[in-house]
């Protein structure tokens, strides 16, 4: 029969160690499919309809900015996924604004998503709802 002594119980320890930090250190995966909400920051606030796949993240924001920007996924970390914006398809100067810039987007729950993006003066956050929650 085995028997457990000091040598045994630090291996069995450090091997329970790894397995729960390789567990906790795993990430979400990014977020997909379509969404949209409002962002704020201290003086404005805006509709935003955003989709999401694997590699890229589109945003389009209402008026008055009504312009639309790409981001290209970067990494997923604790904080959520992280993308980083490309020059607007369509000008308006919020959307130019955000380039070069980053997107953070992290799901507190199964049907939300919150972003927090900054452009070159203002820092903006929300929250989204999936539009197939309500489908």
């Known amino acids: 029969m085995f028997r457990f002594n000091r040598k045994s119980h630090a291996i069995v320890a450090a091997l329970?160690?790894?397995?729960c930090?390789?567990?906790?250190?795993?990430?979400a995966p990014a977020p997909a499919g379509t969404w949209d909400g409002?962002?704020?920051?201290?003086?404005?606030?805006?509709?935003?309809?955003?989709s999401?796949?694997?590699?890229?993240?589109?945003?389009?924001?209402d008026e008055p900015f009504n312009c639309a920007i790409d981001a290209s996924f970067l990494e997923a970390d604790k904080d959520g996924?992280?993308?980083?914006?490309?020059?607007s398809v369509n000008g308006g100067q919020?959307?130019?604004?955000?380039?070069?810039?980053?997107?953070?987007?992290?799901?507190?729950?199964?049907?939300?998503?919150?972003?927090?993006?900054k452009n070159k003066k203002t820092a903006w956050t929300g929250n989204l709802t999936s539009t197939q929650a309500s489908h």
């Open 94 to 117: 919020f959307c130019q604004g955000l380039y070069p810039g980053e997107l953070l987007v992290s799901a507190p729950s199964a049907i939300t998503l919150s972003l927090s993006l």
């Open 16 to 19: 329970l160690l790894c397995v």
């Open 52 to 61: 999401f796949n694997p590699k890229l993240a589109s945003l389009h924001f």
């Open 38 to 50: 409002v962002i704020r920051s201290d003086t404005a606030r805006v509709h935003v309809d955003a």
């Open 81 to 87: 996924s992280h993308y980083t914006f490309k020059p």
């Open 21 to 27: 930090g390789n567990v906790l250190s795993q990430q």
